[in-house]
């Protein structure tokens, strides 16, 4: 049976984040995944996390100069050094929290700088993982749609597969999540067969509307049935925005995974 983690940056927003973690506890979540939480005290976010005995499985890097148009640093050709402070700043939070992983965002790349931000992308993306390495830490990798995201220089689940095996790091994994994946190629369970063996985290919302995973064109029991019968082992994250209050809301467990 699937084992979903509530993504704090999304589910449960009415409230401050620490009191998220347990919201997210009283709701029957076991993990917890963030996505930029690093205005509340590291440790204090592990004191709760702690009480209420959830496991935190990743945070996002920052982005950058978020007001400027910046989504992520690390396949920025002239912002290496940015890169370096950035990571190191995740990697603090999250040794200190006790998170497994680390969202590595590539950035936005004009169509001009394409070859040399692959080429930015893949020794930030070595340095980042010999770092993480140390602390045990895994670094993950997300596909985003034109939409959603215009300009986002990982775009495609080969793209990223092809940018793993350059990296040459087994600590370099790929993060599934289907409402992109949808979004830009579709096709998902063929996806995510030919591509298991890299898949370190999933996360799910609806498409087109990112709401509850209860809706709209992608059939999400279908895609759970197909991760059991292939052995994933790993979380899938509930990364989808409410459509009122996120208790309300969580129907969808028991209706599509077979959860009590």
């Given at each position: 049976?699937?084992?979903?983690?509530?993504?704090?940056?999304?589910?449960?927003?009415?409230?401050?984040?620490?009191e998220?973690?347990?919201?997210?506890a009283s709701?029957g979540f076991?993990?917890?995944?963030?996505?930029?939480?690093?205005?509340?005290?590291a440790l204090?976010m592990?004191e709760a996390?702690?009480?209420h005995?959830l496991?935190?499985?990743?945070?996002?890097?920052?982005?950058?100069?978020?007001?400027a148009?910046d989504?992520?640093?690390?396949?920025?050709?002239?912002?290496?050094?940015?890169?370096q402070?950035?990571?190191v700043?995740a990697?603090?939070y999250?040794?200190?929290i006790?998170?497994?992983?680390?969202?590595?965002?590539a950035?936005?790349?004009?169509?001009?700088?394409r070859a040399a931000?692959?080429r930015?992308f893949?020794?930030?993306?070595?340095?980042a993982?010999d770092?993480?390495?140390e602390?045990?830490?895994?670094?993950?990798?997300?596909?985003?749609?034109?939409?959603?995201?215009?300009?986002?220089f990982?775009?495609h689940?080969?793209?990223?597969a092809a940018i793993?095996?350059?990296?040459e790091?087994?600590n370099?994994?790929?993060m599934?999540?289907?409402y992109?994946?949808?979004?830009?190629?579709?096709?998902?369970i063929?996806r995510?067969?030919?591509?298991?063996?890299l898949i370190?985290?999933?996360?799910?919302?609806?498409?087109p509307?990112?709401?509850?995973?209860?809706?709209?064109e992608v059939n999400y029991?279908?895609?759970?049935?197909?991760?059991?019968?292939l052995?994933y082992?790993?979380?899938?994250g509930?990364?989808?925005?409410?459509r009122?209050?996120?208790?309300?809301?969580l129907?969808?467990?028991?209706?599509?995974?077979?959860?009590?």
């Open positions: 049976m699937p084992r979903f983690s509530a993504n704090l940056g999304f589910l449960f927003s009415d409230r401050p984040e620490i998220r973690v347990a919201a997210a709701c076991k993990a917890v995944e963030m996505h930029w939480p690093y205005h509340v005290p204090d592990r996390l702690a009480a005995k496991t935190m499985l990743g945070l996002n890097m920052p982005v950058g100069n978020a007001p148009g989504f992520g640093l690390a396949a920025l050709p002239s912002r290496q050094n940015e890169f402070n950035a990571l700043q990697l603090s999250g040794s200190t006790r998170a497994s992983a680390i969202h590595c965002l950035g936005i790349v004009s169509p001009d700088d931000a692959e930015t893949i020794a930030n993306l070595q340095m993982a770092r993480a390495g602390a045990d830490m895994t670094i993950l990798i997300e596909p985003m749609n034109r939409r959603d995201r215009p300009g986002y990982l775009q689940v080969e793209q990223a793993i095996g350059q990296a790091r087994r370099i994994r790929l599934f999540d289907c992109h994946v949808e979004i830009t190629q579709g096709d998902l063929t995510i067969k030919t591509h298991l063996d370190g985290h999933v996360q799910i919302a609806a498409v509307s990112r709401a509850e995973p209860d809706e709209g029991r279908e895609i759970f049935q197909t991760l059991d019968s052995g082992q790993g979380w899938i509930a990364e989808y925005k409410p009122g209050r996120t208790e309300d809301g129907g969808w467990l028991s209706e599509l995974s077979g959860r009590p």
